[in-house]
């Protein structure tokens, strides 16, 4: 997601592809004009591409500061579509589950946004952003006193551990590996597990001079590399603390411990979930979170066309009642915008990810035919289905406009000029093509929005003479499914926006020949000598000419291996019912700000 992500630092994670899931960075909404001006939508996501800073130990002492008007009290009930992809911090990398962690766990670091959109690293766990030594190979975190989680169990620096080394075991699959292949170095580049195959659980631990905990309140991290971006990392969702004493390991996905504001009371996988407040947070200890409702019931298996038609109508528990991941349908946004006291009701932003139609380089090998793909796949149609102008933007290549380094006019299929398809063109490329290889097999997810997106690739491709057979997957799987390497699939499609603003974030999880594994973002299967040739070079550069190198491997995958085809920019557009309070845009969820909502009566 996934993904999930970004900014500046903001962190997203991974996607939309099951009708919505990420991470990400941006400025505050709180309703008002939506925008149908692509150029002035992407300058204002530029905004997204700026380095965020680091916070010291003030910025990081709670509590939050107050929201305007907040008061506590009440339950807000949330709407969902899909089921839950994961519970485990460890296996976080979609945003739906991310957006979740927002009130569950608590990392050593964590995202800050002001009312003006500027976002900042602080001390979540730890008493500050981090301190560097040996140029940047070395990071010290010192545990703030007095945190712990649901049970009242202290946390020290033996859980941060402990959370660090799980990674390592091999039912952790699907969240983000950076921590992981940083720690292992050169020495491990292959394979970061080999560092420590047991994850912990069998005795043996990381040595001390790759992750040190000299007493309880010290965690000390050696890398063989400078790794600046060590404190945006580690406040992703998936590297949120797992206390030692309350690990079940893979059975932990389904009932993990508390350490945010609230604690899971009951969950029924797909129908229902309940959060309840956590006693034992301290919000003294926590500079973002809040606590003002008494709990948040969930429902899934609620459509977006239901969702907006309840949300619209505004009666009710429906008053009370947010869009966690989901967006307004498409077919009802008129009916939003158009109306100014529901338009005041929403939240909106431009969003990092790049939705794009991967290909399964292992089972579709001819490039002619992912090139004429590229050619006749029709974004205008795709981005309809998911609200047209409000939706998101015709995308012409792989990097997001919240990206530095994203590249406007760099456009090698013609696709904003040609935004239905370029059907000629698809045409000429396949007609030396045989018929046994236009054949594909498309895996779409079992929502209102993968069912749209199905009926565009169905329709864009057959106009070319392609067989397209779709498959559904469960849409709370759908990443899990895809990310399988031995899928039965040909193409599926997905989202991916920057985990924080580099190019880095994006070219290495998603096409580095080193990431070949189950669960990976790397779902095409890339594995071209060349691409990790330059993923190596740019990762040893300074900033200036590493961004160089990451655009010649950005065109040199568009242009020579097209392992996707782009699709388009995502915008996002929630509604919330009237007697919801403090919602806003999040610069670091790419959705409604989870952490600071109240009722008003």
């Not at 979609?94 to 670091?109: E, H, I, K």
């Not at 407040?277 to 899934?300: C, E, I, L, M």
């Not at 740019?538 to 190198?549: G, N, S, Y």
Request: hydrophobic letters at 35%; glycine letters at 8%.
């Amino acid at each position: 997601m996934m993904s999930h992500r970004s900014r500046t630092a903001r962190a997203v994670v991974v996607a939309l592809a099951a009708g919505s899931l990420a991470l990400t960075a941006c400025s505050k909404n709180e309703g008002g004009k939506a925008s149908t001006d692509s150029k002035k939508d992407q300058k204002q996501a530029a905004v997204q591409s700026e380095a965020v800073t680091y916070g010291d130990a003030a910025a990081s002492t709670g509590p939050a500061a107050e929201v305007p008007g907040a008061k506590p009290g009440g339950t807000i009930q949330v709407y969902q579509e899909s089921g839950l992809s994961h519970l485990d911090p460890g296996q976080i990398y979609v945003s739906d589950a991310g957006q979740l962690a927002n009130l569950l766990f608590r990392r050593l670091t964590q995202f800050e946004e002001d009312d003006k959109g500027n976002v900042s690293v602080v001390g979540d766990l730890a008493t500050d952003s981090g301190q560097s030594s040996d140029g940047g190979k070395t990071w010290t975190f010192k545990l703030k006193d007095g945190i712990k989680d649901e049970n009242g169990n202290e946390i020290t620096s033996a859980d941060v551990r402990h959370s660090v080394e799980r990674l390592f075991a091999k039912f952790i699959f699907d969240g983000p590996s950076y921590l992981q292949t940083w720690l292992a170095g050169k020495q491990y580049a292959d394979d970061y597990r080999k560092l420590l195959p047991g994850g912990g659980f069998d005795g043996k631990h990381l040595p001390a001079s790759v992750l040190d905990t000299p007493d309880d309140h010290t965690v000390i991290f050696h890398f063989d590399t400078p790794r600046t971006d060590l404190p945006q990392t580690l406040a992703m969702a998936g590297y949120a603390v797992v206390p030692a004493k309350s690990d079940t390991k893979e059975k932990y996905d389904q009932a993990p411990v508390s350490t945010g504001p609230y604690k899971i009371s009951e969950y029924k996988v797909g129908k229902t979930m309940k959060l309840v407040k956590n006693a034992n947070w301290d919000p003294k200890t926590d500079s973002v979170r809040h606590q003002y409702v008494n709990g948040f019931n969930f429902q899934f298996g609620v459509t977006g066309s239901t969702q907006t038609k309840r949300l619209i109508a505004d009666q009710g528990d429906n008053k009370n009642t947010i869009q966690f991941t989901g967006s307004v349908d498409a077919t009802q946004i008129q009916d939003v915008i158009g109306n100014p006291e529901t338009n005041k009701r929403t939240i909106k932003g431009y969003q990092p990810y790049v939705m794009q139609l991967n290909f399964n380089l292992d089972r579709v090998k001819d490039k002619k035919v992912r090139e004429a793909i590229t050619y006749a796949i029709n974004s205008k149609s795709l981005i309809a289905g998911e609200g047209g102008a409000y939706g998101g933007d015709v995308a012409p290549n792989y990097f997001a406009p919240t990206l530095p380094g994203y590249e406007p006019k760099y456009d090698p299929f013609g696709r904003l000029k040609t935004p239905q398809g370029n059907i000629a063109k698809a045409k000429e490329i396949l007609k030396d093509v045989p018929a046994s290889e236009k054949k594909l097999v498309f895996a779409y997810a079992n929502s209102e929005k993968g069912q749209r997106r199905k009926v565009a690739i169905e329709d864009a491709l057959s106009k070319v003479g392609f067989n397209v057979v779709s498959k559904e997957i469960d849409s709370a799987s759908y990443y899990e499914q895809i990310g399988k390497l031995n899928n039965p699939y040909d193409m599926y499609i997905t989202g991916w926006g920057q985990d924080w603003p580099s190019a880095a974030t994006v070219i290495t999880p998603i096409y580095d020949p080193n990431q070949v594994f189950d669960g990976s973002p790397n779902y095409s299967h890339v594995k071209d000598p060349k691409v990790d040739e330059l993923i190596k070079k740019a990762l040893t550069q300074e900033p200036a000419e590493a961004a160089k190198t990451w655009n010649e491997a950005h065109h040199y995958l568009l242009e020579d291996v097209i392992p996707a085809a782009p699709l388009w920019y995502t915008k996002q557009l929630q509604l919330f019912g009237s007697n919801i309070g403090g919602a806003r845009y999040s610069s670091v969820s790419s959705y409604i700000d989870v952490t600071r909502l109240y009722l008003k009566s």
